[in-house]
């Protein structure tokens, strides 16, 4: 489903992400893949590993932050214009289980978009569980403005 009064600005965007893999940045090191992407709507995947665990054998909150985050920026790149880019100016998660093994699968949606922010919503699920729910604010820096 799509993201109210969301229109696609960006389609090479989904064209070049939907079923990417990246192998550097937080996303590489995750071995996230975007599975789905439409205007205000991102799905991505990651295999949990054995470098992602703690001593203990479970995920540091870290990866799970970071996934959060990635996903939180990248949603909005389907509906800005081309050139235009979005930084995080704060979010938060709540952890609500631990997670070992298994598949995380994170689902971003825009809540609310002006031409300045966002506010983004995180889901993320582990072997079919909810293990953290995440939300954030970006900043939006539009195409056509001007760096000073």
Known sequence: ????????????????????????GIDGFLGATVVEMEAGRLVVEFAVGDEHLTFIGNMHGGCLAALCDHCLGVVLYPVMPPGSWAATTEFKVNYL?????????????????TK???VVTIRVENEGRLAAIAQGTCTVKLAEEKVV
Do not use: Q, Y
């Not at 389609?11 to 893999?21: A, E, L, N, S």
């Open 1 to 24: 489903m799509t993201a109210p009064d969301l229109e696609i600005r960006n389609p090479k965007f989904i064209d070049h992400m939907v079923g990417h893999r990246s192998d550097s």
């Open 116 to 118: 300045r922010s966002a």
């Open 97 to 113: 289980r631990p997670v070992s093994g298994g598949t995380c699968r994170a689902t971003a949606v825009i809540e609310s978009m």
